[in-house]
């Protein structure tokens, strides 16, 4: 069994960054992809980044493409997303999953283990 728990998030001003964390603890993580999903009030949860087991992998949502950097290091059993030039349309709820799956998924139910969520509100 794999246990994920946040760090971060918070209130930012438009242009703003963020960095959220995530650290696994259990077996296998390390061979696990990972990623990280919004949910705004009112919709779905959404994909924003994956990266592979290795971290040689990576994936973006176009929302959150050239603007945020998914990163992993496994010797920590970790992995971050930095968050560059926020919107407020970016306001969500974030999570980190692991899917047992070594490659990228973007597919909410390809991932088995969940964080506990963290709020991220961009606004002036």
């Known amino acids: 069994q794999v246990e994920v728990v946040q760090s971060g998030g918070g209130l930012v001003q438009p242009g703003g960054s963020l960095k959220l964390s995530c650290t696994a603890s259990?077996?296998?993580?390390?061979?696990?992809?990972a990623g990280w999903f919004r949910q705004a009030p009112g919709r779905e949860r959404e994909f924003v980044s994956a990266?592979?087991?290795?971290?040689?992998?990576?994936e973006y949502s176009k929302s959150a493409k050239g603007r945020f950097t998914i990163s992993r290091d496994n010797a920590k059993n970790t992995m971050w997303l930095q968050m560059n030039s926020l919107k407020p349309e970016d306001t969500a709820v974030y999570y980190c999953?692991?899917?047992?799956?070594?490659?990228?998924?973007?597919?909410?139910?390809?991932?088995?283990?969940w964080g506990q969520g963290t709020q991220v509100t961009v606004s002036s």
């Open positions: 259990g077996p296998n993580f390390n061979n696990y992809a």
């Open positions: 990266i592979s087991w290795f971290g040689k992998t990576t």
């Open positions: 999953a692991a899917s047992e799956l070594g490659t990228v998924t973007a597919r909410v139910r390809e991932y088995h283990y």
